[in-house]
């Protein structure tokens, strides 16, 4: 099963850290958020060029990925909330969308 990720996500960070370097580098973490809090996280490197934006502490990135998993949950109507993790390990802010249908990877 293949999960696609697109979308545009508006970063700050503190210290322009933000480099697609192999599993070193920049990965993007999804989050599931309900009343109680997060649900279920989903994280991971991806080496595209999207992640790639040296010396940026602001910004927008194009999220255009996918992910082969072996099973996955779907949730409807949910918040996700995404967080670009630099090469350094420090989060960004964490913008958040609403959308109608999330798959959950799992066994990937």
């Not at 973490?29 to 040296?54: C, H, V, W």
């Amino acid at each position: 099963m293949k999960i696609y990720f697109t979308g545009k996500v508006n970063f700050t960070g503190a210290d322009g850290d933000i480099r697609s370097t192999g599993p070193e580098g920049a990965r993007i973490r999804f989050m599931i958020e309900s009343q109680a809090g997060i649900d279920f996280a989903t994280e991971f490197s991806d080496y595209g060029s999207y992640l790639n934006k040296p010396g940026q502490t602001s910004g927008t990135i194009t999220i255009d990925t996918s992910l082969t998993t072996g099973f996955a949950l779907t949730s409807r109507d949910v918040t996700i909330a995404v967080t670009l993790i630099d090469a350094a390990g420090n989060p960004s802010n964490v913008p958040r969308a609403k959308v109608t249908q999330w798959s959950i990877p799992l066994l990937w």
